[in-house]
């Protein structure tokens, strides 16, 4: 069982920054990949950003140029720095990993999110 811990929500003003962090712990088998996701009430969760074992990168268009996504594999851990952030950027980020096991499955693990508030 793969357990995520988030860090580094708050509040910022816009045009701001703010850093996330999320550490992977417990996997028996391979991570292939972790993001950040987010969700607002009556919305559906949208990927923000992801990075896999291989370092390639993927952004939602709306944060291309403003964020930006860094992993380090032996350590499991993924970081989203986040700039330039705008009231649209509110919202409960979560920290997502993709586990496959000696059978090639995949397996999907969240943190339990941390709040993202940008206003003034």
């Known amino acids: 069982q793969v357990q995520l811990v988030e860090s580094g929500g708050g509040l910022v003003q816009p045009g701001g920054s703010l850093r996330l962090s999320c550490v992977a712990s417990g996997s028996r088998f391979s991570i292939i990949a972790m993001g950040w996701y987010r969700q607002t009430p009556g919305k559906q969760r949208e990927l923000v950003a992801a990075?896999?074992?291989?370092?390639?990168?993927n952004y939602a268009d709306s944060v291309k140029g403003r964020f930006t996504i860094s992993g380090d594999n032996a350590k499991n851990t993924i970081d989203l720095q986040m700039n330039s952030l705008q009231a649209e950027d509110t919202a409960v980020y979560y920290c997502?990993?993709?586990?496959?096991?000696?059978?090639?499955?995949?397996?999907?693990?969240w943190g339990q999110g941390t709040q993202v508030t940008v206003s003034s």
């Open positions: 997502n990993a993709v586990e496959v096991d000696n059978r090639w499955s995949q397996r999907d693990y």
């Open positions: 990075i896999t074992h291989g370092a390639t990168t």
